[in-house]
């Protein structure tokens, strides 16, 4: 059928090839082509059939028909992490992926870079530091096992965000009570008048350090 083909005649002609397929009772299939996909008249022949084929980059056949000698090169690679050709060079700098030049030259990964990427992409999620993963992981391409090392490392962040998280709620309660401040000083300014918002935030902080030295908080 030509591409020009409307739906209706698509319907149409598939209808008449399904009907004279059956002889006697019993359905006759016709020798298909490799290229022959099926159709239910959803669109042309053309677009069935590239519809058909694009299996999408999930897809293990995609996968496998996207190395090249069994390595994956610079783009494919960063099509399938979905990160950038820049960030893997990135991480090559870093120690982090290991490439070979092609005799075209072309940089080319190895078929585990893939998982090697995604491995680094939920590191750096949790708070890894990118030196940190090189370190780790050029332990464990030597044979080792850094896997207590990578535990201490993560126990002393998650220590350093609940120290983080404790500043960041003492700030919240110093930003509530100067904005409470200020809406009283506001209030009793004219309009058009300065208030010393600014200069008030000084002897907040002079009065703030007395109230700790008072508290036992001097060293």
């Given at each position: 059928m030509a591409p020009s083909a409307t739906k209706a005649q698509f319907r149409e002609l598939a209808g008449n090839s399904e009907a004279s397929s059956f002889r006697g009772g019993q359905q006759q299939r016709s020798p298909?082509?490799?290229?022959d996909v099926s159709c239910r008249g959803c669109c042309s022949a053309d677009s069935c059939?590239?519809?058909?084929?694009d299996l999408g980059t999930d897809?293990?056949?995609?996968?496998?028909?996207?190395?090249?000698?069994?390595?994956l090169r610079s783009g494919e690679l960063a099509h399938l992490a979905g990160v950038s050709t820049d960030t893997l060079r990135h991480y090559e700098r870093k120690g982090l992926l290991l490439a070979r030049r092609s005799p075209n030259g072309y940089r080319e990964f190895p078929p585990d870079a893939l998982a090697r990427v995604r491995?680094?992409?939920?590191a750096l999620s949790v708070g890894f530091a990118l030196d940190e993963l090189a370190s780790f992981l050029k332990v464990r391409d030597q044979g080792?096992?850094?896997?207590?090392?990578?535990?201490?490392?993560?126990?002393?962040?998650?220590q350093d965000l609940?120290?983080?998280?404790?500043?960041?709620?003492?700030?919240?309660g110093d930003l509530r009570s100067i904005l409470e401040d200020w809406d009283t000083r506001l209030a009793r300014t004219k309009n058009g008048g300065r208030a010393w918002l600014l200069e008030s935030l000084a002897a907040g902080?002079?009065?703030k350090k007395r109230n700790h030295n008072d508290l036992g908080g001097r060293k």
């Open positions: 298909k082509s490799s290229d059939t590239q519809n058909s084929l897809s293990r056949v995609y996968n496998i028909s996207m190395m090249t000698n069994g390595c491995l680094i992409q939920h080792g096992a850094p896997c207590r090392q990578v535990r201490t490392l993560a126990s002393k962040k998650l609940d120290e983080r998280i404790t500043a960041l709620t003492a700030l919240r902080s002079t009065m």
